[in-house]
């Protein structure tokens, strides 16, 4: 299955602002099933959080590549995927320093695969009417500002499962810094006047302009008035 994608991970300002790096990361992988593609959130109380996330998905994305169904299989390699990120980032500290949240999506010719721990958005969208489209939304912790990490002892019991059907071929993947303006909320659906003009336009230009169009939005001062966090945004468009 033939597919296209592009994403870009952009530092907050309140990072900015006190030289923390981008605490986001976002990986995509082109496998014999069609595409996967994984978007981790550090904490921002986790100091090593930015190592965290970037183990995660590389972890979840090398071993999502090599499956060739979107079976019990790849469900299997997803949680060895985790486990192992887990036992990589013990062995280098104290765990609850690597704290990184993991939103993801496996494609193929017999649907898609989402996978979830914790906050950010996936969002699957039948390119032909936005009026049907699946989500896959945030869980948030007790207290606010708060949600769940691959990290934590439970976080089998906060992993979250789906299969969406085929006709999902447009989807969106993103942090929470980016989905407080690329979402709507109550209940979660993708915003047409947002997600709908980039679809439309990173569907039209080559990768390279692409990318440089995503960076300068999620780089906009009028996002920037809305949140002061890591921004990353990562779109799928299997063709």
């Known amino acids: 299955m033939a597919g296209r994608f592009l994403g870009c991970s952009v530092t907050g300002s309140s990072h900015i602002d006190g030289k ?8 995509v992988k082109k496998t014999a099933m069609g595409l996967v593609a994984c978007v981790s959130d550090g904490a921002g109380s986790a100091q090593y959080s930015h190592l965290g996330s970037k183990q995660l998905i590389d972890k979840v994305c090398e071993a999502l590549a090599q499956e060739k169904t979107i079976g019990e299989s790849a469900i299997v390699s997803l949680k060895t995927a985790i486990s192992e990120a887990r036992k990589c980032v013990a062995l280098q500290g104290e765990i609850s ?10 494609t193929s010719h017999e649907g ?34 708060t949600t769940y990490f691959f990290t934590l002892p439970d976080w089998q019991s906060h992993l979250r499962i789906m299969c969406a059907p085929e006709r999902y071929k447009l989807w ?27 679809h439309n336009y990173l569907a039209s230009v080559d990768d390279a302009t692409g990318r440089h169009a995503l960076k300068n939005t999620l780089n906009d001062p009028r996002t920037n008035s809305i949140t002061n966090d890591d921004k990353t945004l990562v779109w799928l468009l299997n063709e």
């Open 20 to 27: 923390i790096p981008c605490q986001d990361a976002w990986q």
């Open 97 to 106: 320093d690597y704290h990184a949240t993991l939103c993801g999506v496996a």
């Open 112 to 145: 898609s695969l989402v996978f979830h721990i914790g906050d950010g958005i996936v969002i699957g969208i039948n390119p032909e009417d936005w009026s049907d489209f699946i989500v896959s939304e945030p869980e948030n912790g007790e207290f606010a500002e």
């Open 172 to 198: 969106f993947l993103m942090s929470d810094g980016a989905a407080s303006f690329a979402a709507l909320t109550n209940p979660y659906r993708p915003t047409t006047n947002f997600l709908l003009p980039i």
